[in-house]
């Protein structure tokens, strides 16, 4: 466990480095940018590692995994929704998450708001958008994305915090450009205080940070390769 401690420690190490000279770059600073550690498949003590070296944010993708590792998490840890979610899930979620990234229909937005409704508290989310139009990946059409927030916005449970995507990972940069320029736009015309551009991930956060991220979502750049042989 001390090996992978550590490892965890020079991962975090060379992150913060790497996301403070793309800011650096691009006139921004690193604070601006907050890192979201993605726990799939990952043991909850390395999890609590990185919560420990001040990574607080947890990004969790599978409902049935979050609910088998939560009681094990650092309390201290704030955990936001990445995954897929389906609307028959959203019940075992709407308490414990302070932010869920994945909406990406007007009908998974209503169950959350109905949700977050008896549960009394307003639940932040990002709208997802699927910037490249791949068939394999859940988000919404660009073209569809400002009937999504206007129907969002209008529910009094739900806050419309910014938008989230997975971009293709051919010709990334490019996608990653069009989603800043479509976080502005929608920003700007949908007059929402809308801070969060949640994109950028092992491969391209670095990119994706002078693209105005705010928030990128590392696993397996901070814990290693996964073993998707574990449920």
């Given at each position: 466990m001390t090996d992978a401690l550590s490892y965890v420690n020079e991962n975090l190490a060379a992150i913060r480095e790497n996301i403070a000279e793309a800011a650096d770059k691009c006139g921004r600073r690193a604070e601006e940018i907050r890192i979201m550690a993605v726990t799939k498949t990952v043991a909850?003590?390395?999890?609590?590692?990185?919560?420990?070296l001040g990574v607080t944010l947890l990004g969790?993708?599978?409902v049935q995994e979050f609910l088998?590792?939560?009681e094990a998490y650092d309390s201290s840890a704030e955990i936001h929704f990445i995954g897929h979610l389906q609307t028959n899930k959203v019940k075992y979620i709407i308490e414990p998450m302070t932010m869920i990234q994945s909406v990406d229909s007007i009908k998974l937005a209503q169950e959350i708001n109905r949700l977050a409704s008896a549960h009394n508290k307003v639940m932040d989310i990002l709208c997802e958008v699927n910037i490249g139009g791949e068939e394999s990946k859940s988000g919404i059409a660009p073209d569809s994305l400002a009937e999504l927030i206007?129907?969002?916005?209008?529910?009094?449970?739900l806050r419309v915090r910014g938008l989230m995507t997975i971009p293709p990972p051919a010709s990334g940069d490019i996608f990653l450009?069009?989603?800043?320029?479509?976080?502005h736009k929608v920003r700007n015309s949908a007059g929402l205080s809308m801070d969060v551009l949640s994109m950028g991930m092992t491969h391209d956060y670095a990119d994706a940070v002078k693209h105005g991220s705010t928030l990128v979502r590392i696993g397996t750049g901070l814990f290693g390769a996964r073993d998707y042989s574990k449920k």
């Open positions: 909850p003590e390395t999890v609590n590692r990185a919560v420990e969790e993708n599978r088998s590792k939560q206007e129907a969002a916005a209008s529910m009094e449970n450009g069009r989603m800043e320029e479509l976080f």
